[in-house]
Structures are given as C-alpha cells and as structure tokens.
C-alpha cells in the first residue's frame, strides 16, 4: 500500500514537473526585463571572424536591461583578443530585443563596440539575430543554466 501510494506520488510529482515551465528559459516568448536576467554565452561573426560571446543581462526599469558583451577566441579562431563593454537595451514584442554599446570596460586595439537585434526562439532556447557593426552577420547564445 505504501509502496503503490509512493509510486503515484511520484508519478504525480513527474506530470506536474511536466507541466510547469521551468523559468524563463522555457517560456514562451520572454516578454519582461527579468525573463531575459542572467549568463547567455554562444558566438557572433564579425570582420576578425568567429568570435565568443558571453552576454551577461539585468533588469533595467519596466522596458528595458543592461549588458555586458564579453568576447573571446574560439577554439577555430585562437587569434582573437578578448574584450568587454557596457550595453543598454529595449525590448519589443514577442521576445524580440535590441541591445546598443555603450562604453569600453576592456578595449582590445582595433576593436569598435556593436550592437545586437534579435529575438528569442523559444523552439531552440536560443537568442539569435542581426550584429550591427563594420563586417559583421550574425549572432547566437543560449542561457547558460548553470552559471
């Protein structure tokens, strides 16, 4: 009896986990400043190539968060310097989100501040979209769960 009573128990515990989002990182679509908070790390592509990408996001007001863009080699391109600045943004409907550079925190020679528009695609977890800067294509980083 004990055992046949655990044993719905758990499977109860199973369906309601199934059932229940996980944090922001599953919703839907992240339609507030505190459904993007926290480490989103992937890569962008810009003139020097295939580059890392830690973005480190916060809340900022009703409308809006605050970034930091952390950049670094990769494995396929190991000349890149790493570098680091300060960035602001707005988000826009169904999990879409412009960041805007700011200011420098670690100025590698050569290197300018870009921007980033994209969206969340709640299929792949991903944030991904256009990189706004001399050479640049595209970028992709998912939240890092872990950190």
């Known amino acids: 009896m004990i055992a046949l009573s655990l044993r719905r128990l758990i499977v109860a515990i199973a369906l309601i986990g199934a059932q229940t989002p996980l944090g922001p990182a599953s919703a839907a679509t992240l339609n507030t400043p505190a459904d993007w908070q926290g480490f989103w790390r992937g890569r962008y592509v810009c003139a020097q190539g295939a580059t890392g990408l830690t973005l480190s996001v916060k809340p900022a007001g009703a409308h809006g968060v605050v970034a930091t863009f952390s950049f670094h080699a ?20 169904a999990g879409h989100l412009r960041l805007v550079a700011k200011s420098w925190t670690h100025q590698p020679l050569f290197y300018v501040m870009v921007g980033l528009d994209g969206d969340y695609d709640p299929a792949s977890a991903q944030y991904k979209g256009v990189v706004d800067g001399p050479g640049c294509t595209e970028f992709v980083v998912q939240r890092d769960l872990v950190s």
Request: charged content about 10%; aromatic content about 4%.
């Open 74 to 93: 990769l494995a396929e391109n190991p000349s890149v310097p790493s570098g680091q600045f300060k960035m602001t943004g707005q988000l826009g409907p």
